[in-house]
């Protein structure tokens, strides 16, 4: 069993909770669910308990502050080669990817102030529903949003977009 499955194991309810409904919010955020994926994810709690890297690894998944979030987003500009005819349409989804982080860190903050001992399983479980639902509704958001971006560009870039999406979680993508 490794460190981060441990630690995970062991912590209060509200952390494991936190932590794993980031990990599994940090890949549906990001990345696509393909058909590849979408057997992967159905597993993925499994996976967290079982292939959990490093503490360190997990930190970086479950971080929601906004230097991050604006990591994500400075490279995400980046890969997709967002040019000047664009901007708008991508500022949109940027600020679309800060609400959600905003809206992640509000809830996390409300849970945290839950007393974790008297948190029944029940309560665990209402938990990590919040979580997933509070995913849902920003995956639905930046969905939207990117749409609206995908929509406006030329077909050049909305294959490299394509690209940038299949290869998220594995190695780069090949561009020529």
């Known amino acids: 069993m490794s460190s981060l499955s441990r630690t995970?194991?062991?912590?209060?309810?509200?952390?494991?909770?936190v932590?794993?409904?980031?990990?599994?919010?940090?890949?549906?955020?990001?990345g696509p669910l393909t058909g590849a994926r979408a057997e992967s994810a159905t597993k993925m709690p499994v996976q967290i308990a079982a292939d959990?890297?490093?503490?360190?690894?997990?930190k970086a998944a479950t971080d929601t502050k906004?230097?991050?979030?604006?990591?994500?987003?400075?490279?995400?500009?980046?890969?997709?080669?967002?040019?000047?005819?664009?901007?708008?349409k991508w500022d949109s989804v940027a600020q679309t990817m800060r609400d959600n982080a905003a809206a992640m860190d509000k809830l996390v903050a409300m849970k945290r102030s839950q007393d974790p001992k008297a948190l029944t399983a029940v309560d665990d479980l209402n938990n990590y529903q919040e979580f997933a639902k509070a995913h849902l509704d920003g995956?639905?958001?930046?969905t939207a949003s990117f749409k609206g971006l995908y929509d406006s560009m030329s077909?050049?870039?909305?294959?490299?977009?394509?690209?940038?999406?299949?290869?998220?979680?594995?190695d780069a993508p090949k561009q020529g």
């Open 19 to 30: 932590a794993i409904a980031a990990l599994m919010g940090t890949t549906m955020l990001i």
């Open 66 to 88: 906004g230097e991050t979030v604006e990591a994500r987003i400075t490279k995400l500009h980046a890969d997709l080669k967002i040019t000047a005819d664009v901007q708008a």
């Open 52 to 58: 959990a890297h490093k503490s360190a690894d997990a």
């Open 8 to 17: 995970i194991a062991n912590s209060s309810p509200l952390l494991r909770t």
């Open 155 to 170: 077909d050049a870039q909305r294959k490299n977009a394509d690209q940038v999406f299949q290869s998220f979680g594995r």
């Open 139 to 142: 995956l639905k958001d930046l």
